[in-house]
């Protein structure tokens, strides 16, 4: 987004409490003031509000960039009732589904949501959230909950090459997929993202497409990976399924452009990232009502809804697997249509743009 708003002439800057040695703070195309680093979780370092109060002056407005780290609340310590307005993006950090699966987090977080995150929400003069699902979860999770809401969207950009190169690409890389049809599954392995569910709902549909397999693409996170292995072996599905680790750049979009379908049963998804790629790419989603921007799917016909249990993954899986190839033709095009109007990047810094003008 920074990117986009320095291309419309605006002039862009980063404050983090990264360190200035870290690598992502060296590729960053912005320029980044990193004000660490910092020794606690949280964050705090007297550098960040030190620098804010001597800078903030130059700039015509701030955004806090989520909640839960001294960045928010040390905004807030500088910026109330000054006349340089700041606005909050919590990008799904008030999901219920946080207090529901991680209770003691979320008695840590009632500690101080009181006294810093309560009062950042509710003197920002917006707080920006990226889809109407996600604006109305927030308001369950804290009793003592006031701001001005507002959904502006997010997404993200189209890739820029050749379709065919990238296809290629994945190909060339993967060759035990050559002439195969595929599902994708393309995120982080986690507990979250239903990867369980995904296996044995596949495992049940298999039988009725036996050339059909599964990408399983992305970082493994916590040993999760051999878990999955291991209930893959038991359904008798292993060597249906293609394990392909982290992919990025043009592997990420050939994956992308080869997928008959893009699959992510989440048990909790603010935005889902992925799910705007895939849908660059032409690619229709089956995903759970978990991921926030489901209504957005389902409004423009892009792909299948369903609830994030193994019944209701295991329908929408059929529910593709019986569409006429004319249907699912159509569901591709809806599939574009649905990342220009709701997910693309340069619509949405317009649309972002002009509510920091009102």
Known sequence: MARFHADTGDIVEVASLDSPSDPWVREFPIRVHALGPVNTGYGYTSNFT???????????AVIVDGLWQYSSFGVWRVLRGSMVPYYVFPHGMLDPWFKRTYPLKH?????????????????????????????????????????????????????????LHYRLEFLTAFPALQGQEFWLFLARLHEKKGIDLLLQA????????????????GPDQGCLKSKLEQLAARLKITDRIIWTGMLSGD???????????????????????????????RVPVLISNKVNIWREIEQEGAGFVGNDDLEGLFNICLRW??????????????ALVCFERHFEMKRLVERFRACLKN
């Open 107 to 163: 008695m840590k977080k009632w500690l101080y949501w009181p006294w810093a995150e309560y009062r950042v929400l509710r003197d920002a003069k917006q707080v920006f959230f990226t889809c109407e699902e996600e604006r109305r979860l927030a308001r369950e999770s804290f009793w003592l909950y006031r701001c001005h809401e507002t959904v502006v969207g997010f997404g993200t950009t189209m890739p820029s090459g050749d379709p």
């Open 202 to 217: 596949f495992a049940r549909i298999s039988p009725q497409r036996p050339s059909l397999r599964l990408v399983i693409a």
């Open 50 to 60: 030190t620098w804010l109060r001597n800078h903030y002056q130059d700039f015509d």
């Open 251 to 281: 592997l990420k979009w050939g994956a992308f452009y080869n997928a008959e379908v893009f699959i992510l049963p989440s048990h909790q998804e603010n935005f889902g990232i992925a799910v705007a790629e895939a849908l660059a790419c």
């Open 321 to 334: 697997l019986d569409l006429q190839d004319s249907e699912k033709h159509s569901m591709r095009r809806n």
